[in-house]
């Protein structure tokens, strides 16, 4: 549904995004995240037709919503890091102005609003002055704006960002009701196990490119091959040694004690192997197991510096 | 007809607040108390001396007519500096940009909201203008040109200040950049020709000499078609045509020199109004396109 190629915006000589692609499917609730500075919020202005990029396509359902913005008006709804509120408004009017500014009036406006107030949570503050809701409820009241037009991809920048532990779970809790009514969510935040928790598909961009794409158990699967296993030896020490070192999926190793922690490419199937191979070898093993990777361990593990980085064989950086 | 949503919502707001029925009552108090102190004063002579002096009639008429243009050409860019930076302020403008809105229905649905409530001002004032009808001298037509003069001025002076808001990210910065602007159309446009004039009177150089003129008496030359910008020069004809003064030897003249162009100043009005319509387009298209920038 929506395909982005070549991305590529500088603001003088600083160049936020270079070359980005991403690729988001229908129905998924995508987590986008990336370090500070890494584009994220630049991606998401040119999404939403807040900025032009310099080069590259924006496509939703093979439309380019940067020659049809008013495509593109149609359908998203944007939830940005702010609230963005009047508050000399009251909640309903602050809704009916929105649809208004998206074509609808009359009834069809003030239904809609008040179904929306109610799915937030609102419907009892409808009366009441922006002015005087709470952080969260405003934050609610944002998205219930976002979505007054129906559209069908819902696009957030930190929507979450400062609100409380309660309300960031309240809200997720929304989020998930939304994506399962349909919508697609693109979701920006640096609150990683939340989003870990509810996404279907993770971006990583780091300086402008997208490193790293894919459905979540992908990635995690991706990554977490760099990590080391650690192998517990109760007896046959030499042996193990032995046999770790002929092993052509094996790089790495470090012996302590009874531990041996190797570097090892394989995927699950082959850690599988070749823990068969030990025993059927008369290794005594007591322990086998790779650390459990987190879309925080992998956010952390891909931005590092270049130095620092650890080279997988994922596409992007297929050049390297 | 479907309105838009932005006059809508800024009439709605400013319908709620006290301010709009506060300014109106104080401003139209302050002159229907001048007015009838005036009057009661002209009729205490016609009292004393039995003598009318209808000048006085049509003196009090200009002195609030005066004040409303003033009040007019000064609060227009107070209303409408910060329109469009104020929504960027509270972070809505964005909000608004990815809504169906174009720059230019946000551009003309904040200048509708500050016209209308100017409107409400020039309107609900005329009442005290039309004391003058009790004793004559002033048409219904003089008081509809009247009425020309004061919107064209406002649109003007509105759409400075909504170019300056959607040019300056900050209020306060839009606010001053409004007052400057219309200070060189009002003051600097008057102040130009008052130095060709004084330079003319003092013989000047060449370059000026062969600007303009070729009579005898001092004159500003083409620099007089400045004026054309300057909505006050607009008002003050209507007013001098409308006491009777707007051929030679009038204030006009004093002011400005005597120029031989009796048949400009026939066409001055008509000619500035349609001049500052023109520039209140450019100004609110630059407004949009400031908009539009905002994107690259």
Redesign the interface.
């Known amino acids: 549904m929506l395909k982005i190629r070549n991305l590529k915006k500088a603001y003088g000589n600083l160049h936020a995004l270079e070359g980005l692609d991403m690729d988001v499917t229908d129905g998924a609730l995508f987590g986008f995240v990336g370090p500070n500075g890494a584009g994220k919020t630049t991606t998401i202005r040119i999404m939403?037709?807040?900025?032009?990029p310099d080069s590259g396509s924006v496509e939703f359902d093979g439309q380019d919503v940067v020659a049809r913005p008013?495509y593109l008006?149609?359908r998203?709804g944007?939830v940005?890091d702010?609230?963005?509120?009047?508050d000399?408004?009251k909640v309903w009017?602050y809704m009916d102005?929105?649809a208004?500014?998206?074509?609808l009036?009359g009834l069809t406006a003030r239904k809609r609003s008040l179904t929306l107030l109610d799915q937030v949570g609102l419907g009892n503050k409808a009366d009441s002055y922006v002015d005087g809701l709470s952080r969260g409820m405003k934050q609610r009241l944002c998205l219930a704006?976002a979505l007054v037009?129906d559209p069908p991809v819902l696009i957030m920048d930190e929507p979450t960002a400062g609100l409380d532990p309660r309300t960031r779970l309240e809200f997720r809790d929304t989020l998930l009701e939304l994506n399962e009514q349909g919508k697609t969510i693109i979701i920006s935040s640096h609150a990683l196990p939340d989003l870990a928790e509810i996404c279907t598909e993770v971006g990583i961009i780091d300086r402008g490119k997208m490193i790293l794409g894919g459905s979540l158990e992908e990635i995690i699967g991706k990554v977490q091959t760099s990590k080391p296993l650690t192998i517990s030896v109760f007896q046959n020490m030499d042996q193990a040694i032995r046999i770790l070192k002929e092993h052509p999926l094996v790089h790495t190793m470090t012996i302590k004690e009874q531990e041996i922690m190797i570097g090892f490419t394989g995927d699950t199937r082959q850690e599988c192997g070749l823990l068969a191979q030990l025993v059927a070898s008369g290794v005594l093993v007591r322990g086998f197991e790779r650390e459990a990777g987190s879309l925080e361990a992998v956010f952390m593990q891909l931005t590092r510096q270049d130095e620092e980085r650890v080279v997988l064989s994922y596409e992007a950086e297929s050049d390297l | 007809m479907?309105q838009n949503?932005i006059y809508?919502?800024e009439t709605?707001?400013s319908a709620?607040s006290f301010r709009l029925a506060l300014i109106p009552m104080i401003f139209n108090g302050i002159l229907a108390l001048v007015a009838l102190l005036n009057l009661y004063s002209t009729l205490g002579q016609v009292k004393l001396t039995a003598e009318i002096q209808y000048s006085n009639f049509m003196n009090l008429y200009m002195f609030v007519a005066v004040l409303e243009f003033v009040m007019v050409v000064l609060l227009m860019p107070a209303l409408t500096a910060g329109s469009i930076s104020g929504e960027r302020e509270?972070?809505?403008l964005?909000?608004?940009?990815?809504?169906?809105?174009t720059p230019a229905d946000i551009i003309f649905g904040k200048l509708a909201a500050s016209l209308s409530t100017m409107v409400l001002l020039i309107v609900s004032s005329f009442p005290v203008l039309a004391m003058m009808f009790i004793y004559g001298g002033v048409t219904v037509r003089d008081m509809g040109l009247l009425l020309l003069c004061y919107m064209v001025a406002a649109l003007l002076v509105g759409s400075i200040g909504i170019c300056c808001s959607a040019v300056f990210k900050k209020t306060m910065v839009a606010t001053v950049a409004s007052y400057g602007v219309l200070g060189i159309l009002v003051l600097g446009t008057c102040l130009a020709n008052q130095l060709v004039l004084y330079l003319q009177q003092w013989g000047g150089d060449a370059w000026l000499v062969s600007a303009g003129q070729n009579g005898t008496a001092a004159d500003s030359g083409h620099f007089l078609y400045l004026l054309l910008v300057n909505p006050t020069t607009t008002f003050f004809l209507t007013m001098l045509r409308m006491a009777g003064q707007e051929q030679g030897g009038g204030l006009f003249s004093r002011l400005f020199g005597n120029h031989s162009l009796e048949s400009i100043h026939n066409t001055w009005v008509a000619g500035s109004i349609v001049i500052q319509l023109v520039m209140a387009g450019v100004f609110l298209w630059m407004a949009v396109r400031a908009l539009e920038r905002?994107?690259?």
Do not use: D, Q
Request: net charge positive; with cysteine.
């Open positions: 939403t037709g807040l900025l032009a008013g008006k149609e998203i944007y940005p702010y609230f963005g509120v009047y000399n408004l009017e102005f929105f208004s500014c998206y074509g009036e704006r037009h | 479907k949503p809508r919502r709605m707001v709620r509270r972070r809505t964005e909000l608004m940009l990815t809504t169906k809105m905002k994107k690259r």
